[in-house]
């Protein structure tokens, strides 16, 4: 058997696991929610583990932070209320603060040590984005701040960790329905669902919960590789019409929102809806 000292190893699925060697264990600590640790990889850059499983990369989390913001917020066309659930690293606070026309981002993120150790080992992953006067953070449980919130959001994103551990709750029925009622009036609420050829039942659940809540209730899909077992499924619920915007208009708000190509590309955006076979039938 292959001596695996000195390579982080996720198991994540029972019958399959990634491993990345770690060139320089950078923070290796227990926070009352999850075990947290940093180390650089000469591929992926620097890299978040939460419980062993790969959280965020230097090297490819532009590819998972651009398609869950720019796909919703170009597709709205008028976003100026945004709320992330999770989203501890600033990835995600990073793109959406691209826009603009984005006046308020609310951050909901239940564990103040990853917000502060990104900060400190990740600071590329945010840029910044925890300085920009915009972003409002608060310490809290993710599915209790949607029960109780005011709700407004143009665009909810659901950046959680799998659902196991702190981050089970947002894969609820109740939670789905209480973004519902969180969202304004052709709201798009986005969800991070894991990579469907491992985690099939994932994406069937929310999708179930989605279609009897919303009007227009699919997925989408982009490959991020750290994510391992294929592309990755991203939930997409709204009342509205944003998902039949022509290929010129969402052309014309990329253009103008000075976004540069990463991943996303108003192209790509629309290739993202088109699903694979066996995605397609772990839809309900
Ligand atoms: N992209 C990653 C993935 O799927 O591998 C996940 C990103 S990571 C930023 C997810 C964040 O969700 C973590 O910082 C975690 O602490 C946070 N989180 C988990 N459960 C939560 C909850 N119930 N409320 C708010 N944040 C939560």
Redesign the pocket.
């Known amino acids: 058997m292959t001596d695996m000292t000195g390579w982080s190893i996720e198991r994540l699925h029972a019958d399959h696991s990634q491993a990345l060697r770690i060139d320089e264990l950078l923070y290796d600590s227990e926070t009352d929610?999850q075990r947290i640790r940093v180390f650089s990889n000469s591929t992926f850059g620097r890299v978040l583990t939460?419980d062993g499983?790969?959280?965020?990369t230097e090297g490819d989390n532009y590819i998972?932070h651009e398609m869950l913001t720019h796909v919703p917020i170009l597709a709205h066309g008028s976003a100026r209320r945004v709320l992330i659930?999770?989203?501890?690293?600033g990835g995600m606070a990073r793109e959406v603060l691209r826009h603009s026309g984005v006046e308020q981002v609310t951050m909901?993120?239940?564990?103040a040590g990853?917000v502060e150790f990104s900060k400190q080992y990740l600071p590329s992953i945010s840029a910044g984005a925890f300085d920009d006067p915009r972003l409002e953070l608060i310490i809290a449980?993710?599915?209790q701040y949607m029960r109780d919130c005011d709700g407004g959001f143009d665009v909810i994103i659901v950046?959680?960790?799998?659902p196991a551990g702190?981050?089970e709750?947002?894969f609820t029925d109740s939670f789905y329905g209480h973004a519902k009622r969180a969202l304004a009036p052709n709201g798009i609420l986005v969800t991070?669902n894991g990579v469907p050829f491992m985690q099939g039942d994932e994406l069937t659940g929310t999708m179930r919960a989605f279609k009897a809540l919303f009007t227009d209730a699919t997925c989408y899909m982009a490959t991020v590789p750290t994510?391992a077992g294929g592309a990755m499924a991203f939930g997409w619920g709204t009342d509205g019409p944003a998902r039949a915007v022509d290929p010129e208009t969402l052309a014309e708000r990329f253009r103008k929102a000075g976004l540069t190509p990463g991943y996303y590309t108003p192209e790509v955006h629309k290739a993202a809806f088109a699903l694979p076979g066996y995605v397609a039938r772990l839809i309900p």
Request: glycine share 16%; hydrophobic share 35%.
């Open positions: 929610h939460l499983v790969v959280q965020v998972y659930i999770g989203g501890g690293d909901i993120e239940i564990d990853v449980d993710g599915a950046d959680s960790t799998d702190p981050g709750v947002l991070q994510y």
